[in-house]
């Protein structure tokens, strides 16, 4: 064969090759980094059309306007007392109202997630997506990053909001405000996590129902820990312990309400907003890795659904 033959033949070898590696590229599909990052853009992007965010948005900021409201209202009756005492006022009213917003995220962690997946499934719309050479894995975690990255967004919004404005009127800033935000947005993740987990095997109202349920679950459970913390009932106290570990949300929220909780109302025992039983750090990595495993079971569970 001719070198020109050789010289002619080329081309078309390289051709047939970048033809080959597209194809190849199509079937793999995009980076797992891109699909991921796109399909928590577009469910972010999902939230915001159905106004969901700016519901929510707007709930918060009304929220905000009459913690405020009141905060300053109380703020101004206690001016003749010392220093102490008007701080011992503004964390009591903080904790009420970071108790109603945490109740907030979790709802709503609980709720703008119940139908991401079992509500494209039903409909048929998840098909658009599944079909294409996306991983499932990734179809999930980009979902669920979209979602916490709103939940973080409203935390920072409705808790921080709080932290903040109690932080203006006491002219004091709070030393575990930090911890405070991370600890409720652990407890809307966590809650987050388990909805998708359900969200792949059962209905929308029915993920959001059994979320809610275990929500309650906790919250039972924490109460009935710390009636029998006082009156040194041990059965009470264990049945407390096993809430916490079916679902750590509630005491993730006495956590923080430790960390914020005035001396008095620490030394006065139980209350709807404080705790006498202290949840501990491991309780906390509990929680993490309970949130982390919810992701997980999500992915599998969504990884042997069939559509």
Known sequence: ?????????????????????????????PGILRTTTLLARVTFLEAARRKILWIAATA???????????????????????????????????MMALYAASMLTSMMAALTSCDTLSG??????????????????????????????????????????????????????????????????????????VTMA????FSALTSGAITLGL????????????????????????LGIVSSLIMPSDALWRRTAFKIQPPLLGAAGASPFGSSLIPSTAMVVYAVGYAALALVLAVILFERRDL
């Open 198 to 201: 359900c969200s792949t095997t």
């Open 60 to 94: 918060a900021i009304l929220f905000l306007v009459l913690f405020w409201t009141g905060l300053h209202a109380m703020h101004k009756s206690t001016a003749n007392l010392s220093v102490i005492n008007r701080r011992e006022s503004i964390s009591l009213m903080l």
């Open 215 to 238: 929500y309650g679950l906790a919250f039972v459970g924490g109460w009935i820990e710390q009636f029998g913390a006082i009156r040194h009932v041990q059965t009470c106290v264990n």
């Open 1 to 29: 064969m001719s070198d020109s033959a050789i010289r002619v033949q080329a081309p078309e070898q390289q051709r047939a090759q970048l033809q080959a590696a597209a194809g190849d590229a199509v079937l793999r599909g």
């Open 120 to 193: 494209e499934i039903a409909s048929g719309t998840i098909h658009a997506i599944a079909t294409k050479p996306v991983r499932r894995w990734c179809l999930v975690l980009g979902k669920w990053t979209g979602f916490a990255g709103m939940l973080t967004l409203y935390v920072l919004l409705i808790d921080g909001g709080c932290l903040a404005l109690a932080s203006i009127e006491g002219r004091h800033l709070l030393p575990h405000a930090p911890a405070v935000l991370c600890l409720l947005w652990l407890q809307a993740v966590l809650l987050l996590g």
